[in-house]
């Protein structure tokens, strides 16, 4: 299912998505280059988030042969500096270079290993953007996994969700995102998925500001935005997508899209 938006909606939001990506990943050398189904992984990306129709796709990478690869499916790409600590610093420095008027007003932050990502979802992160609700959006799933919910590597966000709201993707304000087993007692938990959808002015503040205490303790970056008093939507959807980190993961990748071209 797609979120809707108004013609409106998004002339308030003018949606830009970018893509950070860059070569250096120890468990998948040469990672956003890696082939799946005759396209690089980055290509792959980048077709989910055209698919998503909210505004123009941007990669923002740091090596040349990322570049090469995104323009030969039609696509732009922006070189950066290849020692940003972050995706977001990426992205910022991309969007300062193609867009210095500053015409996009909020900016979508998808991670570049996220090849099989329902477009949906992409679209969903601007939610709680809308009417200035929230600086940041995000994305939760409900944990239904037993084992997850004790793993470190499954963050968690905290986010008090109305159960009377029948809306298919409701919205909560995240209060606080821990690899800990939170909130307490009896009731759902929901993993954090990790992608945002920025105000300009948020995104611009967010690097300017040096990584936070709770940041460093959790290794959570979206501690800072809170840390600093930004205002983080979480939407919840139905399904945590993919991420490659692994050859097992691209494999699993592989299967999910020659199943969808099977349809």
Not at 109 to 126: E, M, S, Y
Not at 136 to 151: D, F, P, Q, S, Y
Not at 247 to 260: F, G, H, P, V, Y
Request: with cysteine; aromatic share 4%.
């Amino acid at each position: 299912m797609m979120t809707q938006f108004s013609a409106a909606d998004l002339a308030s939001l003018a949606p830009i998505v970018m893509i950070p990506a860059r070569m250096a990943s120890t468990r998948l050398p040469n990672k956003p280059l890696a082939d799946i189904l005759g396209q690089p992984m980055i290509v792959r990306v980048w077709e989910r988030a055209m698919a998503a129709n909210v505004g123009p796709v941007v990669v923002a990478c740091a090596e040349p042969e990322i570049k090469a690869a995104v323009e030969a499916a039609g696509g732009i790409a922006v070189l950066t500096d290849p020692d940003h600590p972050s995706g977001s610093d990426r992205i910022f420095e991309a969007l300062s270079k193609i867009d210095p008027a500053g015409g996009h007003r909020a900016i979508i932050n998808v991670q570049g290993d996220l090849p099989t990502i329902d477009p949906a979802l992409i679209r969903a992160a601007l939610k709680p953007l809308l009417g200035g609700a929230a600086d940041i959006g995000t994305l939760v799933a409900e944990i239904v996994r037993e084992e997850e919910k004790t793993n470190p590597n499954v963050v968690k966000a905290v986010a008090g969700f109305d159960p009377a709201d029948s809306d298919p993707w409701p919205t909560a304000r995240a209060l606080y995102f821990s690899r800990a087993t939170v909130p307490a007692n009896a009731g759902p938990l929901y993993h954090h998925i990790g992608l945002y959808a920025y105000s300009r002015e948020a995104l611009a503040s967010f690097v300017g500001w040096p990584p936070g205490i709770l940041e460093r303790r959790e290794k959570l970056e979206q501690l800072r935005a809170l840390e600093h008093g930004l205002r983080i939507g979480a939407v919840r959807v139905d399904t945590v997508p993919l991420g490659v980190d692994t050859s097992e993961d691209l494999e699993r990748a592989r299967e999910i899209l020659a199943a969808e071209l099977q349809k």
